[in-house]
């Protein structure tokens, strides 16, 4: 209650948050497989991995790799 009441956010939500920057972060910056950054990020399959970070992001990790390397916005 006292992480909620300083950030204005559960504790759980700002894991999340973390992991879903650091993972776009490493989707930008490495050629890492999805399923290997998913392992990274501790999630047992890419597919779990995929379907939170598109709830994230509002695409998939591959379409975001795409758009970040053409400098799209995201």
Known sequence: MVFEAIDGITVFEFIRQER???AAGMLKQTSLSVAEIALAF???TSSSFSTEFKNYWKKPPLQYRIASQRG???
């Open 20 to 22: 879903m920057t650091r």
């Open 42 to 44: 501790g999630y047992s």
């Open 72 to 74: 799209d916005a995201l």
